[in-house]
Nanobody
Framework: VQLQASGGGLVRAGGSLRLSCAASRSIFRVNGMGWHRQVSGNGRELVAHITSGGVTNYADSVKGRFIISRDNAKNTDTVYLQMNSLKPEDTAVYYC??????????????????WGQGTQVTVSS
């Protein structure tokens, strides 16, 4: 199952960017979706998460500045990250993720997480 992320770029401090990531459902249900970020040499950290019911959770560092949302269309779930009042410390590669669940044809339950390819966000001072 592939996730397709887009929307990164270069912006000045105080500016805004909007990231999007589409997940095709295929035979699986899309549950929670989220955005993580990684600075070179550091681990990946959770930025924001949204459940299938719309409950959101944010890292303290982005609360009040970032907004996560999702659009559950017929065959595709798309998660967005609206990033406002960007700071140089927000510079990172941003990865979207989605948690899938369902059943194989033999009724075996399955659950897994897929990741997008990463999109660079650079905030200049």
């Amino acid at each position: 199952v592939q996730l397709q992320a887009s929307g990164g770029g270069l912006v000045r401090a105080g500016g805004s960017l909007r990231l999007s990531c589409a997940a095709s459902r295929s035979i699986f249900r899309v549950n929670g979706m989220g955005w993580h970020r990684q600075v070179s040499g550091n681990g990946r950290e959770l930025v924001a998460h949204i459940t299938s019911g719309g409950v959101t959770n944010y890292a303290d560092s982005v609360k009040g500045r970032f907004i996560i949302s999702r659009d559950n269309a017929k065959n595709t779930d798309t998660v967005y990250l609206q990033m406002n009042s960007l700071k140089p410390e927000d510079t990172a590669v941003y990865y979207c993720e989605a948690d899938f669940s369902g059943y194989y044809s033999d009724s075996t339950p399955v659950a897994f997480r897929s990741w997008g390819q990463g999109t660079q966000v650079t905030v200049s001072s």
